[in-house]
Structures are given as structure tokens and as C-alpha cells.
């Protein structure tokens, strides 16, 4: 089936569900309903390139009428040239409009970050990390509401777990998840020797309680006292909580509310993302067998992205982009770089394999 073939189907399907629902739809109406939705951007799309290519035609048949008048004649050919320049473009964004959604692009999501090797300037770096995506959720508009936070004597972070939420959350993170190398001069290196460290980030589509089963039984739910850094007791009750899945291993936890039951749910909040990011590893990678995706490949052993502070250059070694702005990216305005780079390399590898 050729590209218009498709498109001309998916209109089809359209007006038959317009059609369906118009008569009530029955029992399927809500799914019915959700369809016709979801179709809706993509068919307002294809009728702007249908529209298009009409025009198109339109001024070509008159460009090329030899009965017209030459100014006339001159004014269509022009109009030729600009719409054929405006429908590629149009062609283009329809292709991108039929590429399979990630379903979970929309969801908020779960960031952890955690210190690699490095010791203590790892936990240092983790931090720096840990403050960008913070910032750079500030940019957007989004929520981040800290989660867990194992801090160092000397301001690192161990560990560091967020909420974020807003807009196409997972959609403009999920590139993120991997090893983050750092190269510069610690502030204890009297030498002056450049120092190479890491630190790991995940970002994990948060879902409801619809969306994966988890059977009371297969948990074990311990509590304890809330620590700050260096161990020291934050509070005399035990109202952080930790969650273990029987069945996986996965484990969660949480410390950072006063309230024993707020930490409960935040804690299974993080088990049902960790849940489900694995379920979609395994489909995804069983989905990939037969081929490598370039981008958002999954694998978290990989080192994604190098800080060069010495030569303030940030590299992408997924996309072999290099920019030459370090405290922009650190501060979160220079991150949308990558981010847009990385999401045009997923649209075109999907593009490809759809050919």
C-alpha cells in the first residue's frame, strides 16, 4: 500500500466512525469516541495537503495555459513555485503525523539520577544533573516535585529522585536515560589534573494504577527513620518507607514526606513506572531484534553524553552533536539542543523503518 493509499484509508475510517457515532455508536461508542479523536489531528493534516496539492494543480494548469494572458501566466507560475515549496513540506509533516506514537510521550515522568564512578565528584556531577533537568523543568512550565534525595557530606547526591509533570513530559526526557560522563579539574585537585567521572540518569513514564496490576502480596513494605546526610536522623518516627516487588526484585523508596503513608504512595508510584519502563524494554527490544535503533535504543550501560568543562563542550555521542555553551546546557536553556536533534533522529529511524 502506497503513502496516499494510506492516507486515503485513514480518511475513510474517519468518516465511518463519524458516521457510527452520529447513530449512536452502541457499546463501542467510548472506544469509538477515543479513535475518531486520535485521528483527528492526523486528518486535518492530510486534508491541508490534499488542499494543497488542488492549488497546486490549479496554478499549474494556468501557468502552463497557452490562451492565458502573459501576466496572468507569469502570476500562476510563481504561485506554482511557492505551493509546490509548501506542499513537500506539508508531504513531510504528514509522514511524521503517520509515524506510531510512543504511547507513553504524554505521561509525566519518574527522573532518577545516580552518582557512577567517580566518588565524591560524582555525586557532585549528579547533582549539577540533577539541577539542570530541574531548571530546565522550570523553562517548560512543568512541576518537579523532589522525591528522594541521598545527599553527600560536601553537597553530591548519591541518589536523587524527582516527579516531573506537565506537557509531553516523558516525550521531551526520555533521551536522557543513560551514563552522563563528566571531564574537569575537581576543587580538591591541588594538581590541576582533569578528573573523569559519571552518572546514570533514568526517566520512566509515570502510570496509573490501571495500567499495570500489582497483587498486594508480591510486596513486602518496610519502614524506618527518615536519615539526612552523614546519617543523621531527620526525624524520631518511621515514616520513610521502602517498597520491594517479590517477584522482580525492583526495589523503591522514599523519605522525603513527614507522613508515612505520603512516602507509602510515592514509594509505589516509582514501583509502577519501574514496572512498567521494563515491560516496555522487553517489548521494545523484542520489536528491534532485527535491527539496532540509533536513538533510544534503551541500553543504560551506554555513555550517551560527555561535559567537557576544560573545553566547555557538551557531546552527544548518539548523534555526534557537539555545542560549544556548557553552563547554557547546565542551566537548562541550551538542553532543548539535544533534545530537539535527538527526537528529529528518532522520527527519521521510525520514518525508515516504516518504508
Same mark, same amino acid.
Given at each position: 500500500?502506497?503513502?496516499?493509499?494510506?492516507?486515503?484509508?485513514?480518511?475513510?475510517?474517519?468518516?465511518?466512525?463519524?458516521?457510527?457515532?452520529?447513530?449512536? !455508536?452502541?457499546?463501542?461508542?467510548?472506544?469509538?469516541?477515543?479513535?475518531?479523536?486520535?485521528? !483527528?489531528?492526523?486528518?486535518?493534516?492530510?486534508?491541508?495537503?490534499?488542499?494543497?496539492?488542488?492549488?497546486?494543480?490549479?496554478?499549474?494548469?494556468?501557468?502552463?495555459?497557452?490562451?492565458?494572458?502573459?501576466?496572468?501566466?507569469?502570476?500562476?507560475?510563481?504561485?506554482?513555485?511557492?505551493?509546490?515549496?509548501? /506542499?513537500?513540506?506539508?508531504?513531510?509533516?504528514?509522514?511524521?503525523?503517520?509515524?506510531? %506514537?510512543?504511547?507513553?510521550?504524554?505521561?509525566?515522568?519518574?527522573?532518577?539520577?545516580?552518582?557512577?564512578?567517580?566518588?565524591?565528584?560524582?555525586?557532585?556531577?549528579?547533582?549539577?544533573?540533577?539541577?539542570?533537568?530541574?531548571?530546565?523543568?522550570?523553562?517548560?512550565?512543568?512541576?518537579?516535585?523532589?522525591?528522594?534525595?541521598?545527599?553527600?557530606?560536601?553537597?553530591?547526591?548519591?541518589?536523587?529522585?524527582?516527579?516531573?509533570?506537565? %506537557?509531553?513530559?516523558?516525550?521531551?526526557?526520555?533521551?536522557?536515560?543513560?551514563?552522563?560522563?563528566?571531564?574537569?579539574?575537581?576543587?580538591?585537585?591541588?594538581?590541576? $589534573?582533569?578528573? /573523569?567521572?559519571?552518572?546514570?540518569?533514568?526517566?520512566?513514564?509515570?502510570?496509573?494504577?490501571?495500567?499495570?496490576?500489582?497483587?498486594?502480596?508480591?510486596?513486602?513494605?518496610?519502614?524506618?527513620?527518615?536519615?539526612?546526610?552523614?546519617?543523621?536522623?531527620?526525624?524520631? /518516627?518511621?515514616?520513610?518507607?521502602?517498597?520491594?516487588?517479590?517477584?522482580?526484585?525492583?526495589?523503591?523508596?522514599?523519605?522525603?514526606? %513527614?507522613?508515612?503513608?505520603?512516602?507509602?504512595?510515592?514509594?509505589?508510584?516509582?514501583?509502577?513506572?519501574?514496572?512498567?519502563?521494563?515491560?516496555?524494554? %522487553?517489548?521494545?527490544?523484542?520489536?528491534?531484534?532485527? $535491527?539496532?535503533?540509533?536513538? !533510544?535504543?534503551?541500553?543504560?550501560?551506554?555513555?550517551?553524553?560527555?561535559?567537557?568543562?576544560?573545553?566547555?563542550?557538551? /557531546?552527544?555521542?548518539?548523534?555526534?552533536?557537539?555545542?560549544?555553551?556548557?553552563?547554557?546546557?547546565?542551566?537548562?536553556? !541550551?538542553?532543548?539542543?539535544?533534545?530537539?536533534?535527538?527526537?528529529?533522529?528518532?522520527?527519521?529511524?521510525?520514518?525508515?523503518?516504516?518504508?
Amino acid at each position: 500500500m502506497n503513502i496516499d493509499e494510506n492516507l486515503n484509508r485513514i480518511l475513510a475510517r474517519h468518516d465511518e466512525l463519524q458516521a457510527l457515532m452520529s447513530e449512536g !455508536g452502541g457499546a463501542n461508542f467510548a472506544a469509538m469516541s477515543k479513535e475518531f479523536s486520535d485521528l !483527528g489531528p492526523l486528518v486535518e493534516q492530510i486534508r491541508k495537503l490534499q488542499s494543497l496539492r488542488k492549488e497546486l494543480a490549479d496554478a499549474e494548469a494556468m501557468a502552463n495555459d497557452a490562451g492565458s494572458d502573459a501576466d496572468l501566466r507569469a502570476m500562476a507560475e510563481e504561485e506554482f513555485h511557492r505551493l509546490k515549496a509548501e /506542499t513537500r513540506e506539508q508531504e513531510e509533516a504528514v509522514k511524521i503525523a503517520l509515524i506510531p %506514537k510512543d504511547e507513553a510521550d504524554a505521561k509525566n515522568a519518574i527522573l532518577e539520577v545516580r552518582a557512577g564512578t567517580g566518588g565524591e565528584e560524582a555525586a557532585l556531577f549528579a547533582a549539577d544533573l540533577f539541577r539542570m533537568y530541574e531548571r530546565y523543568a522550570s523553562k517548560r512550565g512543568w512541576r518537579f516535585e523532589i522525591m528522594d534525595i541521598n545527599e553527600t557530606g560536601l553537597g553530591g547526591f548519591k541518589e536523587a529522585i524527582a516527579n516531573i509533570t506537565g %506537557k509531553n513530559v516523558f516525550a521531551r526526557l526520555k533521551f536522557e536515560s543513560g551514563v552522563h560522563r563528566v571531564q574537569r579539574v575537581p576543587d580538591t585537585e591541588a594538581s590541576g $589534573r582533569v578528573h /573523569t567521572s559519571a552518572a546514570t540518569v533514568a526517566v520512566l513514564p509515570e502510570v496509573e494504577d490501571v495500567e499495570i496490576e500489582i497483587r498486594p502480596d508480591d510486596l513486602r513494605i518496610d519502614v524506618y527513620r527518615a536519615q539526612g546526610a552523614g546519617g543523621q536522623h531527620v526525624n524520631r /518516627t518511621e515514616s520513610a518507607v521502602r517498597i520491594t516487588h517479590l517477584p522482580t526484585g525492583v526495589v523503591t523508596q522514599c523519605q522525603d514526606e %513527614k507522613s508515612q503513608h505520603k512516602n507509602k504512595d510515592k514509594a509505589m508510584k516509582m514501583l509502577r513506572a519501574k514496572l512498567y519502563d521494563a515491560q516496555r524494554q %522487553k517489548l521494545d527490544s523484542e520489536r528491534a531484534a532485527d $535491527r539496532k535503533n540509533q536513538v !533510544g535504543s534503551g541500553d543504560r550501560s551506554e555513555r550517551i553524553r560527555t561535559y567537557n568543562f576544560p573545553q566547555g563542550r557538551v /557531546t552527544d555521542h548518539r548523534i555526534n552533536k557537539t555545542v560549544y555553551n556548557i553552563q547554557e546546557v547546565l542551566d537548562g536553556v !541550551g538542553l532543548d539542543d539535544f533534545v530537539d536533534a535527538l527526537t528529529a533522529e528518532d522520527q527519521a529511524a521510525r520514518m525508515a523503518a516504516m518504508a
